[in-house]
Every structure is written in structure tokens, then in C-alpha cells.
């Protein structure tokens, strides 16, 4: 059974970076195809960022976390991070990471795996 817990969320100030972590257990993340999503209070859940299993190298973003955000895993930490950069105060949301077994979706509902979410706040 796979469990997924994400970290490394904060308070920032805009234009800041932070890296979330999303630390996999119970089964190998090269097993996965993973995503991140985030919600933000009183907002429907949304997509960020989609990775294929590590045999492919397909990544695609949404156009709010494109040239700003990005997704890598190591593999040897079982970890997959989401790098992001130039934060804005309409980054703040609480942030999911979710795995299926291949699906290359954008759609919550296709992701049986999630983590607990972290908080990430960015005001001035």
C-alpha cells in the first residue's frame, strides 16, 4: 500500500521559492505516475503539475505554474519535489501530491493516492 506525505510548505513573501517535497512509502515511486494539485480556502482543487513514470520524461504544467514551477523525483529518497519559484499571492493554497499507476491525467479523480496536503502562504 502506498502512503504519501508532502512537506515544505510555508509562509513566504512573493517572488520567493520554496520546494515541496512528497516523500512516498510502502512502494516505489517509479511505479507511479504523479501529480500535484493544490486548493486554495474557499476554492475547487486544481491542477499544477504532471509527471509519466520514469521511463518516460513527459512532464506538463498549467498555465499558472508554467516557467515558474517544476517537478523532479529522486528516486534513490523516493521522493518527488515540486520546485517553485517566483511565488505570487495567488500561489497560496494548501498543495497535494497524488499518484496513480500510469494514468497521465490532470483530473483529480484519476489519482487513488494522496498525501495529506501543506500549507503554503505567500503574502507581504
Known amino acids: 500500500q502506498l502512503q504519501v506525505v508532502e512537506s515544505g510548505g510555508g509562509l513566504v513573501q512573493p517572488g520567493d521559492s520554496l520546494r515541496l517535497s512528497c516523500t512516498a512509502s510502502g512502494r516505489s515511486i517509479s511505479s507511479f505516475a504523479w501529480a500535484w494539485f493544490r486548493q486554495a480556502s474557499g476554492r475547487e482543487r486544481e491542477f499544477v503539475a504532471r509527471?509519466?513514470?520514469?521511463?518516460?520524461?513527459?512532464?506538463t504544467y498549467a498555465d499558472s505554474a508554467k516557467g515558474r514551477f517544476t517537478v523532479s523525483r529522486d528516486n534513490a529518497k523516493n521522493t518527488i519535489y515540486l520546485q517553485m519559484n517566483n511565488l505570487k499571492p495567488e500561489d497560496t493554497a494548501v498543495y497535494f501530491c497524488?499518484?496513480?499507476?500510469?494514468?497521465?491525467?490532470?483530473?483529480?479523480?484519476?489519482?487513488?493516492?494522496w498525501g495529506q496536503g501543506t500549507q503554503v502562504t505567500v503574502s507581504s
Open positions: 497524488a499518484a496513480n499507476f500510469g494514468k497521465f491525467s490532470t483530473t483529480g479523480e484519476e489519482y487513488p493516492y
Open positions: 509527471t509519466a513514470r520514469p521511463m518516460s520524461s513527459s512532464t
